[in-house]
């Protein structure tokens, strides 16, 4: 956490936000990274800086969350021959599957004691959330990335209890909620971000978001935001025009509200 990162989230508080979810924070670093310049919460070390991050935002009148992620897959883009966000070490994924988008490496198929050993690092990165002051924790399950690669058909072929079927693909997520409420409790707020839908072909539909809408706040998640999952502007030049993850100023305003308003149709939670 830098002091700029602390201006501007101080910034975006003071103009009137009521709620501020910092970005991206990578619970198995350098491995989950997915972009050169994550913050990172895999370490007691890091609770200073994201204490006085929270801090800053708190004091501006906002309330201060953050958000939870691991790259997965994502993490294995090669620049110039090397493996530059996790400094050489080899990605991982629920199978051997690569990112769709070109340059990136075919990750590990994680074994079922190392997807024990991921869970425990989103609770632990939550327990380090909570002691830094961060009032509401996220989990980031869309965009591609860890969570939604254990959701998505599309990244998940495995054929054990992690996979083969909706239920089992939700497995992941639904040990990470346990995990976390054991070390948090079950009143802390803790909201998921998820994909209406994948843009990719094969992937999770509207359907499947909505079944797994249900199964979260039948696990006591308190809130839902509602993404687009799939690949972001520029990775794929043949998207253009469809929505994405993160809407381009030329898409038109609310392309996402129907996502939204068919998972909130299934739901009595809060959705954003």
């Given at each position: 956490?830098?002091?700029?990162?602390?201006?501007?989230?101080?910034?975006?508080?003071?103009g009137g936000a009521g709620l501020i979810i910092v970005e991206d924070c990578i619970v198995e670093a350098p491995r989950g990274k997915h972009s050169m310049n994550d913050i990172y919460i895999d370490d007691d070390k890091y609770i200073p800086g994201l204490h006085r991050l929270a801090q800053a935002i708190e004091d501006q009148g906002s309330v201060p969350a953050i958000q939870l992620s691991h790259g997965g897959y994502k993490a294995g883009r090669v620049h110039d021959g090397r493996l530059l966000m996790t400094h050489g070490q080899m990605p991982v994924a629920?199978?051997?599957t690569a990112f769709s988008a070109t340059g990136f490496v075919v990750p590990q198929e994680l074994t079922i004691e190392e997807i024990g050993e991921i869970e425990d690092k989103f609770a632990e990165s939550a327990l380090r959330a909570k002691e830094a002051g961060f009032k509401v924790i996220s989990l980031h399950c869309t965009h591609g990335y860890l969570?939604?690669?254990f959701m998505?058909?599309?990244?998940?072929?495995?054929q054990d209890a992690y996979g083969g079927d909706l239920e089992k693909r939700f497995r992941f997520l639904g040990e990470i909620i346990y995990k976390i409420k054991q070390?948090?409790?079950d009143d802390f707020p803790l909201m998921c971000r998820i994909s209406?839908?994948?843009?990719?072909?094969?992937?999770?539909?509207?359907?499947n978001a909505r079944r797994y809408a249900r199964k979260l706040e039948a696990c006591g998640v308190h809130s839902i935001s509602v993404c687009v999952g799939g690949c972001m502007p520029g990775m794929r030049p043949d998207y253009l025009g469809v929505p994405v993850a993160i809407s381009p100023m030329r898409s038109p305003r609310g392309e996402l509200v129907y996502l939204a308003a068919a998972i909130k149709d299934v739901l009595s939670i809060p959705v954003m």
């Open positions: 956490v830098s002091d700029r990162m602390v201006s501007f989230y101080k910034e975006r508080a003071r629920p199978s051997a969570i939604e690669q998505s058909p599309l990244s998940n072929k495995r070390k948090i409790g209406g839908e994948e843009i990719e072909e094969g992937g999770i539909t509207l359907d």
